[in-house]
């Protein structure tokens, strides 16, 4: 960086002009998204898009916390998405349906908090394959006891039950919204509130320990500290997003089920989240979650209008998809988003 480059210097980390003018205009875009997303085609369909991609952005930051930062890959987090989810589905379900959120919301996250210190009390002791593997076989166990638990759980087809209770107020500021449009910004708040807190721990002492760990971690204990504790710590601010983002989903879909929140396909499309924007950087995997979502449910289907001799069903989506995170993999492994932000970085003049 040369000496005459002005940066911003915040509790979140150092950026120069270019890097905040685009942190600030993609702020500034989730903001507004329901206005200007109404002169695009199909704005329901956008705006849903943006919602879930909220919510699997909050995923994509919890995993990367823990996985990203610390190096241990986690194949489990989906079971603590899917804890959440079923505590508030559950706690509706067998105890009360008028229950308050102001209830269900810290049960659900405290209860996600606990599953994840469960499985990374043993797991976190080891190294390298064996904990990737206990994680993975986590979910399984969580999925298998569902059926057993059908009585509470709703077995293989879940809680059906109506779980939407954010009230029917459409007035934010003043603005008269559409109901999609006031679920947008139930998930938008709270996914910025998330990066917030997750950017500030990742440059805080602790954040650096996870990475030292990531990259040497003989050295970490060799300075005198406690890798296995820092380890159990990570996987603890990772439990409480995704108790969040668990949440969320269960109120934006008004049921929980296996397919949707417990296996392992949602922990690996978490992982391809962080894989496109960037693993370790905690912007990274809210790009790659945006970008993930939206293509999926909104771009390749407006595609499939535009070319109707192609078939851009679910199947053809996902491949294309999971194409992408391949050539990602072999030929860009920092990330799309983190290039992205290494090129601001030189455009701003940064002599990187």
């Given at each position: 960086?040369?000496?005459?480059?002005?940066?911003?210097?915040?509790?979140f980390?150092s950026?120069?002009?270019?890097?905040?003018?685009?942190?600030?205009?993609?702020v500034?875009?989730?903001?507004?998204?329901p206005?200007?997303?109404?002169?695009?085609?199909?704005?329901?369909?956008?705006?849903?898009?943006?919602?879930?991609?909220?919510?699997?952005?909050?995923?994509?930051?919890g995993?990367?916390?823990?996985?990203?930062?610390?190096?241990?890959?986690?194949?489990?987090?989906?079971?603590?998405?899917?804890?959440?989810?079923?505590?508030?589905a559950?706690?509706?379900?067998n105890v009360?349906?008028?229950?308050?959120?102001?209830?269900?919301?810290?049960?659900?996250?405290i209860?996600?908090?606990l599953?994840?210190?469960?499985i990374a009390?043993?797991?976190?002791?080891l190294r390298?394959?064996?904990f990737?593997l206990?994680?993975?076989?986590?979910?399984?166990?969580?999925y298998?006891?569902?059926?057993?638990?059908?009585?509470?759980?709703?077995?293989?087809?879940?809680?059906?039950?109506?779980?939407?209770?954010?009230?029917?107020?459409?007035?934010?500021l003043?603005?008269?919204?559409?109901?999609?449009?006031?679920?947008?910004?139930?998930?938008?708040?709270?996914?910025?509130?998330?990066a917030?807190?997750?950017?500030?721990?990742?440059?805080?002492?602790?954040g650096?320990?996870?990475k030292?760990?990531r990259?040497?971690?003989?050295?970490?204990?060799a300075a005198g500290?406690?890798?296995t504790?820092?380890?159990?710590?990570?996987f603890?601010?990772?439990s409480?997003?995704?108790?969040?983002?668990g949440?969320?989903?269960?109120h934006?879909?008004?049921?929980?089920?296996?397919?949707l929140?417990v296996i392992v396909?949602?922990?690996i499309?978490?992982?391809?989240?962080?894989?496109?924007?960037?693993?370790?950087?905690?912007?990274?995997?809210?790009a790659?979650?945006?970008?993930?979502?939206?293509?999926?449910?909104?771009?390749?289907?407006?595609?499939?209008?535009?070319?109707?001799?192609i078939?851009?069903?679910?199947t053809?989506?996902?491949?294309?998809?999971?194409t992408l995170v391949?050539?990602?993999?072999?030929?860009?492994?920092?990330?799309?988003?983190?290039?992205?932000?290494n090129?601001?970085?030189?455009?701003g003049?940064?002599?990187?």
């Open positions: 960086m040369t000496d005459s480059t002005p940066r911003f210097t915040t509790p980390g950026m120069n002009t270019v890097q905040f003018a685009f942190i600030a205009a993609s500034l875009a989730l903001l507004t998204a206005f200007w997303s109404a002169m695009l085609p199909s704005h329901l369909a956008l705006m849903q898009a943006l919602t879930i991609a909220c919510i699997w952005a909050i995923f994509a930051m995993w990367d916390i823990q996985s990203g930062y610390t190096g241990y890959i986690s194949f489990g987090h989906s079971v603590l998405s899917g804890a959440a989810g079923y505590t508030t559950m706690l509706i379900y009360d349906p008028n229950m308050s959120l102001w209830i269900t919301i810290p049960l659900s996250i209860v996600t908090v599953i994840g210190l469960v009390l043993p797991s976190l002791r390298g394959p064996y990737s206990i994680t993975f076989a986590a979910v399984l166990v969580f298998r006891m569902l059926r057993p638990l059908s009585e509470y759980t709703g077995g293989e087809t879940g809680i059906s039950r109506n779980i939407y209770t954010y009230g029917s107020d459409t007035t934010i003043g603005f008269e919204l559409f109901y999609y449009e006031v679920r947008y910004y139930i998930a938008l708040v709270p996914m910025l509130l998330v917030l807190g997750l950017l500030y721990i990742s440059r805080s002492n602790n650096m320990v996870f030292a760990i990259e040497n971690e003989s050295a970490v204990e500290l406690d890798a504790k820092f380890k159990i710590w990570s603890a601010v990772s409480v997003p995704m108790g969040i983002g949440v969320l989903l269960v934006r879909f008004g049921s929980v089920d296996p397919e929140f396909d949602n922990s499309e978490m992982i391809a989240m962080a894989v496109l924007g960037g693993i370790g950087s905690i912007l990274g995997p809210i790659g979650a945006f970008f993930f979502i939206v293509a999926n449910d909104y771009l390749l289907p407006g595609f499939g209008n535009v070319l109707p001799i078939d851009f069903g679910t053809t989506r996902y491949a294309v998809l999971w391949l050539l990602v993999l072999v030929f860009a492994r920092d990330g799309l988003g983190r290039k992205l932000w090129w601001l970085g030189r455009l003049g940064d002599d990187r």
